[in-house]
């Protein structure tokens, strides 16, 4: 299973709004609404922060949006703040029997 | 609160054998596949292995089969990594996740135990 695509790296200043991709296949975001975004500080374990493409557990602020459109998802982020400066990776269920699938991670420097 | 404390990580020699553990608490243990992610150094996510509530079911990476061996005592309310035959590109910090089959996320993790192959 390859790992899902995602840009390296992406930027914004305070209170605007980045958008970040995660490219898959027929068989993986294509195929499931099932993706899931997680957000990882250095030296910190990851967070979920949408799950199912576009849901928030509790807890995260709805800042954070998802939305998939065939093999790609997307995260949102608005209103930028210092705080959300981190990795963020995506993942999408792969189907039965087998385990899901990551993106590279995409570095979000907040300017 | 759900916690999960990862344990048994360290140096090991190329070749040599370790296990990480993982110690479960605040939710009910038997109805939650868990799983391993692992993280090289500077890179991103893998995901390791997975094990049903029941431990009948079990999935691993290509690149661990037949070398790591995921396993659960859900008496003990624990989560195991067997891991054998280590090589460098092992070296990583595992993490302990719990999945959330049903949305298919892995909401809650641990902080992680660096595990270091080198001679």
């Known amino acids: 299973q390859s790992a899902l695509t995602q840009p390296a790296s992406v930027s914004g200043s305070p209170g605007q709004s980045i958008t970040i991709s995660c490219t898959g296949t027929?068989?993986?975001?294509?195929?499931?609404?099932?993706v899931s975004w997680y957000q990882q500080h250095p030296g910190k374990a990851p967070k979920v922060m949408i799950y199912?493409?576009?849901k928030w557990p509790s807890g995260v602020s709805n800042r954070f949006s998802g939305s998939k459109s065939g093999n790609t998802a997307s995260l949102t982020i608005s209103g930028l703040q210092a705080e959300d400066e981190a990795d963020y990776y995506c993942?999408?269920?792969?189907?039965?029997?087998?385990?899901?699938?990551f993106g590279g991670g995409t570095k979000l420097t907040v300017l | 609160e759900v916690q999960l404390v990862e344990s048994g990580g360290g140096l090991v020699q190329p070749g040599g054998s370790l296990r990480l553990s993982c110690a479960a608490s605040?939710?009910?243990?038997?109805?939650?596949?868990m799983s391993w992610v692992r993280q090289a150094p500077g890179k991103g996510l893998e995901w390791v292995a997975n094990?049903?509530?029941?431990?009948?079911?079990?999935y691993y990476v290509d690149s661990v089969k037949g070398r790591f061996t995921i396993s659960r005592d859900n008496a003990k309310n624990s989560l195991y990594l067997q891991m054998n035959r280590l090589r460098a590109e092992d070296t990583a910090v595992y993490y302990c996740?719990?999945?959330?089959?049903?949305?298919?996320?892995?909401?809650?993790w641990g902080q992680g135990t660096l595990v270091t192959g080198s001679s």
């Open positions: 996740a719990r999945w959330h089959v049903w949305g298919s996320y892995l909401d809650y």
């Open positions: 605040g939710f009910t243990f038997t109805n939650y596949w």
């Open positions: 094990i049903k509530e029941d431990g009948s079911e079990k």
């Open positions: 027929s068989s993986d975001v294509g195929s499931y609404h099932l």
């Open positions: 199912e493409v576009s």
């Open positions: 993942c999408s269920y792969a189907g039965p029997s087998t385990l899901g699938v």
